[in-house]
């Protein structure tokens, strides 16, 4: 059994972790920390776990983190830094959930997040957890950035193009949409049923902090730069991410679907769906999956990719996991076997 | 490994068994019919599914359901009556999710549902599908009527307080509120997220069909007869149900926390919460638990009980999941143990 | 014209209130204060209401509140009754859309609210402001403590039935239902769209606190003390208000369609449904319409109302408006003629 | 008064003209027309209206349109072409909500809708009811063809920029979204809340019929020939249309902002939002309003144009009554100052 403990229990992708690790066959979860919530119950917390665990949280300062075998870190940025080097010292393995070590190049990373980067070493040796891209990496990284939400739906949309070269890199667009678990388990007005249901609104258009981890993830698909660019909208639901990519083609011959399906043949978590068949969020809500349709509206020269995922599955937790089950030698699928619930 | 059959799965109540028993150990899906979709794959219906089953709906007149070791039948009523007879002389084993043959009383089932029922004298033999109050039946069960949502949510509220005559039985009121897929996946205008979002309703206060159900079964729990006010109301969400259960103690010095605590001690899937706890529909949304709390205001004479199951799980597919479970000597809980999907 | 004064114009109320003043045609909004807003747009809080009006919020202590013909308060309990004492004394009308002056009984108040009542003489003097019970002392009134909303959609059910002693006041049952607005524009969890959204359930069962509101309503309706078990829950939707009033019946031969559609037939505001027709809160929303329906399930002794209201309309800036009218020798519909936003 | 005629009117588009008009000071609705409901008052089939209208729906085949000075048609397509000749024979002038005569190229139209056109010649005289564009068309038109609700919002967005030439027209990208209500009051599987509720999705993207009339509308813009790559998507929410535009900047020295500001600052319905403030579609719930920001992410030489209106209401019905009152001389906004409804 892999002794799996958890930073930063509290929000979404933490109890995210938690549905799927509980249940996990080849993990046992031995310690999760909160500051605000030390010594609560999990189940208090979250009901949907009764009957599942009687573990409470941890305060950090008491929890045995480096008797772990991995450690998830499933909190804000700015937390991990702090303490992944010490693990990372101690032999522990580190999946972290967090923006911390997503960006290699460190002053791009300061610029985004307005803060220095306690440990820019690390950024340069953690691996970008994107199986469908780094699979090797991961299975012998010591420490794991997961990518975000957004950035694993437009990657996934984008990649066989830009591999292949069939598209203009340098006229990117990417139209994403989240639920509103997106933005975490936080106290915030925006958030509110009242202010989030029935309405739709584009956010983060001038800039959000995904889009340089996402042109990171694209520049590494092809010589060319891609440029991009990324908006984001928030939809009155609380899970799933869709994104709309747009690019321009330079080879209108090219077997599109053909393409993908050939991609990610073997790809245990991508799904790309029959030509004309078209993704809806609800279809992969719960479950790691994420599918795929290919279109060039009427036959013109811009192609449209759709892609959904669930941001808090494949876009964080499930993703996470499946870099656990790499690093360890698992089946890529172990624990992650949940069917999408429908409706 | 069990052989299934399912009549009529493409409905929620279809796509739900599908997920359940497409993941279930000792269960082998070998035929599901529909009339409409003959031929379809259910993953092209049901795109949650892709990758987990190859097969398609057959045509009812094609289907080999006698060579099942169990039949569930989630159809609408009058239908598993007209195929039940012979299925129960072939020796298959049926669950039939329908309202067929929940009431004892066929006069009474004439009546409610307003057409002849053909096979009257499987009503007498039919045993109700309440593992918390008939599990022994149900063992040695060939046909068992699995319990409506409202109903289930209803009897395990009352259960305890009736079965130790604390509450005046003729004084009963439930006022229960469901998501919008217990009216099934009907093209109807009244189900559109148009008509039924951001917006709350009673319907059926007159008189509702789950009504003499419950009644039947509150009147096996006591020796008196109980009377029932029953409203239910419909939620701007999918799935869920809620029960909000009033009644006169004839006794206000029981502690009746320490009551439903004992009542369901042993019962896998009834969670009583800790006192001064109250449940909500999410926190079971996607598994067969019900949530189960008990107060009384202000001190007064009258208690309140509310409950939460999923319509679609512990108030349809997984419970009938729990009762196949049962027929076969399966471990109760086999194929049951989602945990709830939060948020 | 009408000079207006709105104290705490930053909630749900608030924004309410200026959606139907901006375009009363008798009143002009002078000042509306927020401690935390001072100095910005109320369209730059507010985008729904760019182009309707040029004002700012005033930082409380800049407010010449006195110069008002009226001022609405629309805050937190526990801040009209600072400043309602120095206004009434000025002469200033006020409408207090809080609790501070609802409970005509100051010790009831200072137990549910937990703290003491700062101006206790007013509580006697102040008029509940619930047209259809007191519109001659609203017309006179100097102070109105608007009622709640649950206190509105429960009192308005009940009423024809207490004042004519049909029902037994000592059982009576309210089992209600709020869209997430009721709990106002507050950075807190639980209204977050990815706790309320997609789930159900009851709150305040032990007791909340316009439950001696309701009460002190119902006994002011017929000689005997009303006893009433209230529970609230919570709905996945904005807006909205659905009460489901249960009492047994004295006498079940009264005609009691009848008996409501004369009771109200004078009333501009509340509507009695045709027999067998049922409210759904959409059909009200944005308007101040209350719809009712009223049934005896089965023909039995139990009386079933269920009424609709727009929580933030006719529960509160609507009502509010109302009395404003009322109080001024308005049209009572004056500005109060929007019709409901259906879908 | 105007008298006015609607046709069709059992629909969402249907109930919003009832909404508008019913409280209009200089229109009188003398007739609407539904072959299915017949006979049924207009308050029993939306209860919104009730104490606003005694009117009953009339069979197509007794109503006298003829005397109307003004007939809406709120209609699917195919239907208003067959009256509407008689009609402008008649004198009666025509507002149609329906797709009937939005194109001007007749074969256009029948290749997309898959028909013949029964009135092609009145495709060269109607005129598109764009007032921000054809205003003086619209004063003097007989026949005025609405447009559709996606167009409204595109054509908004795109309109100051290819009026200057400051894009290049060859790659314009419209990712859109809109709530439910688009798709109209129909009994469909898809719209089910069910099917609807918690998810997002892209549709019709390999040809939306909205694609040529959007087309249409923007080539009127420039003396090149624009080509857009447009994707619909189903938000969960009922009300609203929000469409995210993307152009290549020919120019990236040109103030945008002050662009914008100039082009709509004497348009009563199209509100510019101040720079770095982006529209939510609920800020224009119910309102006749269009919000609209412009970004240029990073400074590229992308430009991204966000709009949303109210499908129902600038996107239909509104624009209908908008261009009503062009034709009859009034003011432009009488009868559409509703303020949106927030929350």
Redesign the interface.
Known sequence: MIKVGIVGGTG?TG?ELL?LL??HASAELKVITSRGEAGRRLDDL???????TDLAFTDPSDADLESCDVVFFATPHNVAMQSVPSLVQAGVRVVDLSADYRLRNVSVWEAWYGEPHSSPELCQTAVYGLPERNRDAIISAQLVACPGCYPTSVQLGFMPLLEQGIIDPS?L?A?S?S???GAG?????P?????????????G???HRH?PEIEQGLSDMTIESP?L???P?L??????I?S?L?A?LRDVDVDLQALFEARYANEPFV?V?PA????????????N?C?I?I?V??G?D?V?V?T?IDNLVKGAAGQAVQAMNLMFGLPETAGL???????
Do not use: C
Request: proline share 6%; glycine share 10%.
């Open positions: 979404y109890v549905r509980l249940r979250f009901p949907n776990l009764r009957g599942r006229q667009i139209s949409a639920g509103a678990s388990r936080q106290a915030k007005i958030g509110l049923l009242t202010e989030a249901g029935e309405s739709f609104k584009a956010y258009v001038s800039g889009l440029i660019t990324f908006v909208h939809v009155p639901m609380s899970r799933g869709h709309t747009f321009k799904d769906l004309g068949q078209f993704p809806e969020t609800r279809s992969v809500r719960g479950a999956t599918q349709s279109t509206p009427q013109r811009t449209v759709t959904v076997d949940v069917i999408a619930l429908m409706p």
